[in-house]
């Protein structure tokens, strides 16, 4: 089934621990992108990546590092968490920069920040 | 700037009205715009559109873009239960990758 993995669901950390968002695909998308949620705010990219070991900034870039070493993995890395960080993540991929074809979002990932 | 507005923010309507939803956008050299439906989890995708006056039709759903005019609607007849969600449109940014989202529209269907 063609699909796009994240994992975790749900993560409750500490500020400051380390913590790491996988994110999967199997469609041999070149292109992969982080989103947060926020109510009221939205969708706002995070970091994009065109293919591998291509990446890009997006809207809300700050507090977040990504790397794409495999055209199917795109983790997102929090080095040092905060609270503002508290949001539902999404992982998403598609051919063609998505423009042509939309997008194929991950489940999410809930991640609380105390 | 690059921006892109929905309205209305909420909307609630019975089972059997038709609803019409608004994309409003700014951005300079458009390519496209998409339009997703969100439930309870990820946004899925119902449309792209590149073409001024060409309508998407999916079922009940139908969406038009109005390129001169800056915006695109997006059409639901006879509601449904099921068709509640956060309606989404997205654009990329002018020349790049980047993509930028409206903050949604939230429709409740009532029974």
């Given at each position: 089934?063609?699909?796009?993995?994240?994992?975790?669901?749900?993560?409750?950390?500490?500020?400051?621990?380390?913590?790491?968002?996988?994110?999967?695909?199997?469609?041999?998308?070149?292109?992969?992108?982080?989103?947060?949620?926020?109510?009221?705010?939205?969708?706002?990219?995070?970091?994009?990546?065109?293919?591998?070991?291509?990446?890009?900034?997006?809207?809300?870039?700050?507090?977040?590092?990504?790397?794409?070493?495999?055209?199917?993995?795109?983790?997102?890395?929090?080095?040092?968490?905060?609270?503002?960080?508290?949001?539902?993540?999404?992982?998403?991929?598609?051919?063609?920069?998505?423009?042509?074809?939309?997008?194929?979002?991950?489940?999410?990932?809930?991640?609380?920040?105390? | 700037?690059?921006?892109?507005?929905?309205?209305?923010?909420?909307?609630?309507?019975?089972?059997?009205?038709?609803?019409?939803?608004?994309?409003?956008?700014?951005?300079?050299?458009?390519?496209?715009?998409?339009?997703y439906k969100q439930e309870k989890k990820a946004p899925t995708f119902l449309f792209m559109l590149t073409s001024s006056g060409i309508e998407k039709k999916?079922?009940?759903?139908?969406?038009?873009?109005?390129?001169?005019?800056?915006?695109?609607?997006?059409?639901?007849?006879?509601?449904?239960?099921?068709?509640?969600?956060?309606?989404?449109?997205?654009?990329?940014?002018?020349?790049?990758?980047?993509?930028?989202?409206?903050?949604?529209?939230?429709?409740?269907?009532?029974?």
């Amino acid at each position: 089934e063609a699909q796009v993995t994240q994992n975790p669901r749900y993560l409750i950390t500490v500020t400051g621990k380390k913590l790491t968002v996988t994110c999967s695909q199997n469609m041999n998308h070149e292109y992969m992108s982080w989103y947060r949620q926020d109510p009221g705010l939205g969708l706002r990219q995070i970091y994009y990546s065109m293919n591998v070991e291509v990446t890009d900034k997006g809207d809300v870039p700050e507090g977040y590092k990504v790397s794409r070493k495999e055209k199917r993995n795109f983790p997102l890395i929090l080095e040092s968490p905060s609270p503002n960080q508290t949001s539902l993540y999404f992982c998403a991929s598609g051919r063609g920069g998505g423009r042509g074809y939309g997008y194929t979002f991950g489940s999410g990932t809930r991640l609380t920040v105390v | 700037e690059d921006k892109v507005v929905q309205s209305p923010l909420s909307l609630v309507v019975h089972e059997g009205d038709t609803v019409t939803l608004n994309c409003s956008y700014e951005v300079t050299n458009f390519r496209s715009l998409l339009w997703y439906k969100q439930e309870k989890k990820a946004p899925t995708f119902l449309f792209m559109l590149t073409s001024s006056g060409i309508e998407k039709k999916s079922g009940r759903l139908s969406s038009i873009l109005d390129k001169k005019e800056l915006f695109s609607i997006l059409n639901i007849t006879a509601t449904q239960t099921g068709d509640s969600a956060i309606y989404l449109c997205a654009l990329p940014f002018s020349g790049t990758y980047k993509y930028i989202f409206g903050t949604g529209t939230r429709l409740k269907v009532l029974a």
